[in-house]
């Protein structure tokens, strides 16, 4: 009852970042409405949550890779998590796209989208310089956790701020930073 009453009223202080409010870049408000804030009932959902019960956050964060694997088609996906629901984060990037490799090492081998997918800390500070030095048009980085604490939030904000990344989306449970060539923004959006 408790955990409801919070989750609502986090839903209302954040009720005007939501569904792509004042977003006027076209690629951006698209990328929220479609893969961000999409409410389709995909039937994949079921069948990705029938053995493992996650939580409401690991749920969401899970549903969103899985619209992520999908938007992004083929890509090499490094995942580096330390949690008990990476076999069904896994479950849910090959679910959405089954031609994606997912691998916990690092490649500048792999051709095509690369992705990694990381906790957010000081601990990781290497992995994702090394990453980011060597980041190519259309990979992504999607690190989670960028507000459970202060040090995870001022790490989050010098990824976003970093010349290389171009747009950024500020999830509060996690962060997604893009490397192209489009102007760069950093876009905080309810999830």
């Known amino acids: 009852m408790f955990l409801r009453i919070r989750m ?3 839903w209302l202080r954040r009720i005007g970042k939501c ?8 690629s951006a408000y698209r990328f929220i409405r479609q893969v961000i804030s999409c409410h389709t009932p995909y039937p994949a959902y079921s069948v990705l949550e029938k053995n493992q019960k996650p939580n409401p956050v690991e749920r969401k964060l899970g549903r969103l890779l899985y619209r992520l694997s999908r938007e992004v088609g083929q890509a090499s996906w490094h995942v580096l998590l330390r949690s008990s629901c990476v076999p069904y984060y896994i479950r849910c990037i090959e679910h959405g796209c089954a031609t994606s490799d997912v691998t916990a ?3 500048d081998k792999s051709e095509g989208h690369r992705i990694l997918l990381i906790d ?3 601990t990781r ?3 994702i310089d090394t990453f980011m030095a060597g ?8 690190m989670r956790g960028i507000h459970a604490n202060r040090s ?3 790490e989050w904000l010098r990824w976003a701020a970093d010349r290389r990344c171009s747009v950024g989306f500020d999830l509060y449970y996690c962060g997604i930073l893009f490397f192209d060539k489009r102007f760069k923004q950093t876009y905080i959006v309810n999830f």
């Open 152 to 154: 995870n939030r001022d």
């Open 105 to 107: 090492m690092i490649s």
């Open 135 to 142: 980041a190519r048009e259309g990979d992504l980085l999607v």
């Open 120 to 122: 957010g800390g000081l």
């Open 19 to 26: 569904r792509g409010f004042g977003v006027h870049s076209p």
């Open 125 to 127: 500070r290497a992995t």
């Open 8 to 10: 609502f009223l986090v």
